[in-house]
Each structure stands twice: as structure tokens, then as C-alpha cells.
């Protein structure tokens, strides 16, 4: 192969080039510090402030309300690890599975729904197991899955959740870009990062909604400064919010690419149909595809096509090196494919050749 084929856009996506052309300028230009009344310091706050911005106008909420943070990793620990309780699955990103367990750990409340084998969350369940979670616990359900791309149902979660008090806690970062993002109106506090829009890494944000005049205010898991309204101190990196903010300026683009590829995934699954079926049957992203294949070993099968030049993962890039079985197919009921499963998740430079090759190669490997 001349090329390889890059099929792991939810792990993350190749820097844009307009994107790389901002971090170049602001970091010729906006190396201040954000914090320095000076010129070179209100240009680095303005890089900061541009992006909170557009931020905060595509989530429909106040830029004072947009905390950028180190990351979605970040963003889910800050919004989640105070909380006096929690509700959630097995479906979520380890960075909010993790701080349930510490929760756990710690003596608080977690309730831990249940999951349909079609990849959604069993929204029934809320109701009959979160009544008893204390006063300004949080929900916290994703927009789109990470392995399998199943479209979460936020509003008629949030409908469940809030005749008991419960807020809603959104971790989009598999959203943004991919779906609509109506649903999330519905979201007390939402969860995005740059380098899934073909952004820079270290960089994303926590926005908080107001309702009824009130902003959910997370605790600080990091003290030290005033930075972020002290929700999330230390000198921020004013070149990697630019290029964040030049990744949502071409979002549209980055929108009608992922779309447009939804005919690829399908003749993907399609082409491989008699050898592998798809994890997951409600509602998913256009991108992606989470397969099973009987045959192989996931990690084996991304192991061998890496060697044929087809670059994918056998789930969350965060568990990357564990040779334990998905927790999403786990709670989805299906044992084997927790195992036996690689995901396949498309971007806009992914060509309709790139699909006719990867069939390719996995029919020859199949086949052996």
C-alpha cells in the first residue's frame, strides 16, 4: 500500500490545516501570559476569550460559562468528582466510570444502570433506582458512544431524571460535529474536546447552563489561581485555544465531511456482512462501526491489520494496551464481542477507495 489508511477518527483526528496555521500564528503572536494586563498578554486572552466565545454560541449558553479545561478527561473529572451522588452505566468513557468508582470508594451513592442490547441506556430504570440518591446528584449519559456510535437518549433521559432532582451531565465529546446538537439543550453541564473536530490535544471545555438563573458550579479538583473563575487554576495555553477555536470555525466543514461518509460506513458493514456484524442496532453517529468478528480476537485483528496499512482500534483509545473485554459490549450483553470486536470510525478525507481496500484486506485476512 502507498498510504496508510487511517480508520480511528473517534480516537482522534488529524489536525486540520487551518487549525495548524492558528497555533503557528498565535505562537509567533499570543505567547503571553492570558493573566498580564500587557499587549502580549491581553493578545493571549483574546485568543482564550474568541474561543469561549464560539463556544458558548454553539451550545446556546453564556461564554462565562464555558470553562476550558486540559481536556474531555479533565472536563468529566471536574464536573463529577463532588458530587454527593451519581447515576450512570457502564456505557460511559473510563474518565467518568473511573471518578464513579472513586465516588464509590469514598462512601457516596452510585446507582449504575442498567443497558438494552442495542446500545442505548435503559432510560425505565431511572426512575425505579435513582430515588433515593441525595439532593444535587448528577446523571450523567453521554451524546454519542464512544465504541459503538450509538446516539444516547438524552431528552428522554433528562425527562426521567429531573422529576427526582437530578441534573444532567452530557460528556459530548463523540458529539460535537457528528450530530445534531439539539439534545444537549437539555444538558446542565456538557463535556467537549478539541482533537475529536480535528483540533489541537490538551485542550477542551466544561459548559455549564443556567436554569432558572442558577449555574451548576462543580468543585475544584486543582486550586492554585483565579484562572477559569478558580474552577480550573493554572496559566492557560492561549496556541492550543487557538487552534481549538479555528476547529470550530471550520466545524460546518468538518460536519458535511462526517455525513458524507455515513454511505462509506454503510457499504463498509455492508462488504463484510457474511464475515462480521455490527455492536449496537439503535440510532448511531454516520461515522462509525463497531464490528464483531467471531474469527479473531480484537486486539489481534488491529494488530494485523496495522501490518496491511489500515490504522483502527478495538475500542476507547483511553483503555488502549488492555487486554481486558469492552465494558460497553459487556453491558450491552454481548459477552463474545467484548472480545471478538474492532471499531471502524470514518473522517471527511476518507474515500470510497479507502472502503473498496479495507474490504480488501480484510477478506484476505478472514480468509487465512
Not at 457474511?274 to 455492536?279: D, S, W
Request: hydrophobic share 45%.
Amino acid at each position: 500500500m502507498s498510504r496508510a489508511i487511517y480508520l480511528d477518527w473517534n480516537a482522534t483526528t488529524p489536525p486540520a490545516p487551518e487549525v495548524l496555521a492558528a497555533m503557528h500564528r498565535a505562537a509567533e503572536r499570543s505567547w503571553g501570559n492570558p493573566s498580564s494586563v500587557h499587549a502580549v498578554g491581553r493578545e493571549a486572552r483574546r485568543a482564550l476569550e474568541d474561543t469561549r466565545e464560539a463556544l458558548a454560541q454553539l451550545l446556546e449558553l453564556s461564554p462565562r460559562d464555558v470553562v476550558l479545561t486540559g481536556g474531555g478527561t479533565e472536563a468529566n473529572n471536574l464536573m463529577l468528582r463532588s458530587a454527593p451522588g451519581l447515576a450512570l452505566s457502564r456505557l460511559e468513557h473510563p474518565s467518568v466510570v473511573r471518578v464513579a468508582e472513586r465516588i464509590e470508594t469514598d462512601g457516596r451513592p452510585v446507582v449504575w444502570l442498567p443497558v438494552r442490547p442495542d446500545g442505548q441506556l435503559e432510560v425505565a430504570a431511572i426512575a425505579e433506582h435513582c430515588r433515593a440518591l441525595p439532593e444535587g446528584s448528577w446523571l450523567s449519559l453521554m451524546a454519542v458512544n464512544h465504541e459503538t456510535g450509538v446516539i444516547q437518549p438524552l431528552e428522554a433521559a433528562a425527562e426521567a431524571a429531573r422529576p427526582l432532582g437530578l441534573k444532567l451531565h452530557s460528556d459530548a465529546v463523540q458529539a460535537l460535529g457528528k450530530v445534531p446538537l439539539g439534545p444537549l439543550q437539555v444538558a446542565d453541564a456538557i463535556t467537549v474536546a478539541a482533537h475529536k473536530i480535528r483540533g489541537p490535544k490538551g485542550i477542551g471545555a466544561l459548559a455549564l447552563r443556567a436554569r432558572a438563573g442558577v449555574v451548576p458550579v462543580p468543585r475544584p479538583v486543582l486550586v492554585g489561581g483565579a484562572q477559569e473563575r478558580g474552577l480550573r487554576p493554572g496559566t492557560q495555553d492561549a496556541v492550543a485555544a487557538a487552534g481549538f477555536g479555528a476547529a470550530l470555525a471550520r466545524l460546518p466543514v468538518f460536519q458535511r465531511g462526517i455525513l458524507g461518509v455515513g454511505s462509506l460506513r454503510d457499504a463498509l458493514e455492508r462488504g463484510i456482512q457474511a464475515l462480521a456484524t455490527p455492536n449496537g442496532s439503535a440510532p448511531r453517529a454516520p461515522h462509525v462501526t463497531n464490528l464483531h468478528f467471531p474469527a479473531w480476537r480484537g486486539d489481534e485483528l488491529v494488530a494485523a491489520l496495522d501490518l496491511a496499512g489500515v490504522q483502527v482500534s478495538a475500542g476507547s483509545a483511553c483503555s488502549a494496551g488492555s487486554l481486558e473485554p469492552s465494558p460497553v459490549l459487556l453491558a450491552m450483553g454481548r459477552t463474545e464481542a467484548a472480545t471478538h470486536s474492532v471499531r471502524f470510525s470514518l473522517g471527511e478525507d476518507t474515500t470510497a477507495a479507502d472502503v473498496d481496500e479495507v474490504l480488501r484486506v480484510l477478506r484476505q485476512l478472514l480468509a487465512a
